[in-house]
């Protein structure tokens, strides 16, 4: 399993960015997937996940600003983040789930992108 997102960087509060994460070595189509955030000295948190069929959660903290999506033709997992804060700032990771469904815990997890949110 290779999990390889990018996308992030610095973007001042109230901003936009588009994370991307290219998925391979397994059948991508099948699993869900997370999008999961750490702050260093932090507990991970799990921002949003998709099924395979595309049902999607998000987090409290992120709900109505962020959008998760996947293209199974690309083999490819998204996240827009719009309207980001201070708050948002983390090491951002995608996620294969442990099944199809987005109820599934986390069974592997890639390198992480940064978002700095900050002016």
């Known amino acids: 399993v290779q999990l390889q997102a990018s996308g992030g960087g610095l973007v001042q509060p109230g901003g936009s960015l588009r994370l991307s994460c290219a998925a391979s070595?397994?059948?991508?189509?099948?699993?869900?997937m997370a999008w999961v955030r750490q702050v260093p000295g932090q507990g991970p948190e799990r921002v949003s996940d998709i099924s395979d069929r595309g049902r999607r959660t998000y987090a409290d903290s992120v709900k109505g600003r962020f959008t998760i999506s996947r293209d199974t033709a690309k083999n490819t997992l998204y996240l827009d983040m719009n309207s980001l804060k201070p708050e948002d700032t983390a090491v951002y990771y995608c996620a294969k789930l442990a099944g199809s469904m987005n109820w599934y815990g986390v069974s592997d997890r890639g390198q992480g992108t940064l978002v700095t949110v900050s002016s």
């Open positions: 070595g397994f059948s991508f189509s099948s699993y869900g």
